[in-house]
């Protein structure tokens, strides 16, 4: 049974540090998305990638966040320096590659805690 | 620009009662598709259907039933004889030919009691 999975599950982490989180799409899948969830904000996206090239990252704060795909079977999405703000569930999802629409399957997330 | 709007922020059931749960989207696209995604306790958002624009039979899957109405621009989700596992937050999401980023709904949480 194929799955994203995300590493770290839970972090913690003092502000100003950098922060680096993981994600290892299902094989076979040419889309990578990453969501970010809050209570106040819900899911929101961040970043957008199709064969490992970045089509959209506006939701992105672009002075500390990040998003790379080194190669097909890893997504890194960092944060340097981290806030308390960012605190958050971040989410990675991957889609098969073809039509539009398809549906995106979720990886469990990374809960961030930044105190 | 588009939005899914999912009013009932949090449903209380008795075990086997039926709900509806709401959706309702914007979007000036001709072609998009309409998704439901169910995030139990356990945190994992999990993909429950996929409807495009151009096809608004109804679909029922077991105990699970979606009601699409370009009319109403609604996408509403019917759980019959819910059940204690169905408690979790259902979102429902949009996306369109633009690009395959999913816009979400703030979420309806359900709780089922037993």
């Known amino acids: 049974d194929a799955r994203v999975t995300q590493t770290p599950r839970h972090k913690v982490t003092e502000m100003g540090q950098e922060v680096t989180m993981r994600c290892q799409p299902i094989l076979g899948h040419n889309t990578v998305f990453w969501y970010r969830q809050t209570m106040m904000q819900g899911l929101e996206l961040l970043a957008y990638?199709?064969?490992?090239?970045?089509?959209?990252d506006s939701g992105m704060p672009k002075d500390r966040f990040s998003a790379e795909m080194p190669d097909a079977t890893l997504a890194t999405l960092k944060i340097q320096p981290s806030e308390p703000r960012d605190s958050a569930v971040y989410f990675c999802?991957?889609?098969?590659?073809?039509?539009?629409?398809?549906?995106?399957?979720f990886g469990p997330g990374t809960r961030l805690t930044v105190t | 620009a588009q939005k899914v709007t999912q009013a009932q922020t949090e449903i209380s059931v008795v075990e086997k009662e039926d709900v509806t749960l709401d959706c309702v989207y914007e979007t000036r696209d001709t072609t998009y598709y309409l998704f439901w995604y169910k995030q139990p306790p356990s945190g994992e958002l999990v993909f429950l259907i996929r409807?495009?624009?151009?096809?608004?039979q109804n679909e029922i899957s077991g105990r699970y039933s979606w009601n699409f109405q370009k009319s109403t621009s609604s996408f509403n989700f019917t759980i019959t004889a819910s059940q204690v596992v169905d408690s979790a937050v259902y979102f429902c999401a949009l996306t369109t030919n633009a690009g395959n980023m999913l816009t979400f709904g703030g979420g309806t949480r359900l709780m089922v009691k037993p």
């Open positions: 999802a991957s889609g098969p590659a073809g039509l539009v629409g398809n549906e995106q399957y």
């Open positions: 990638f199709r064969n490992r090239a970045p089509l959209d």
């Open positions: 409807r495009n624009s151009f096809d608004e």
